[in-house]
């Protein structure tokens, strides 16, 4: 795979050498630029003939859960306790825990009263 980038990437170094020199400009100069066209074109061949993949990525526990939880029907119970698992893991779920909190505290403080 990396030859075949090699191997054209002189191709085209050569072709544009030779293309620079017949237009006319100085030899140092077309090499130069030869290069930087051969170097660029043997890195896009080699990419457009790489066959990597990205990496599987490996679903989390609660993906999982749930994947294998859709294969059978859950009934209300099962789904609000779900729900309400997700919310608890949230910001928001854990602000209006919080609140909660608060108010309880509040009652029991006034009850002593």
Do not use: C
């Amino acid at each position: 795979m990396f030859k075949n980038g090699i191997s054209t990437g002189l191709m085209l170094w050569l072709f544009f050498l030779v293309a620079f020199v017949f237009l006319g400009y100085p030899v140092p100069l077309s090499i130069i630029v030869s290069a930087i066209g051969g170097l660029s074109g043997g890195i896009i061949v080699t990419w457009w003939k790489s066959s990597d993949l990205p990496p599987p990525q490996i679903a989390s526990e609660e993906e999982e859960e749930l994947i294998v939880r859709t294969n059978h029907r859950m009934g209300i119970v099962e789904a609000q306790r779900q729900r309400k698992a997700r919310e608890d893991k949230t910001l928001r779920g854990q602000v209006f825990a919080m609140q909660q909190l608060r108010a309880k505290l509040r009652r029991s403080l006034l009850r002593r009263r």
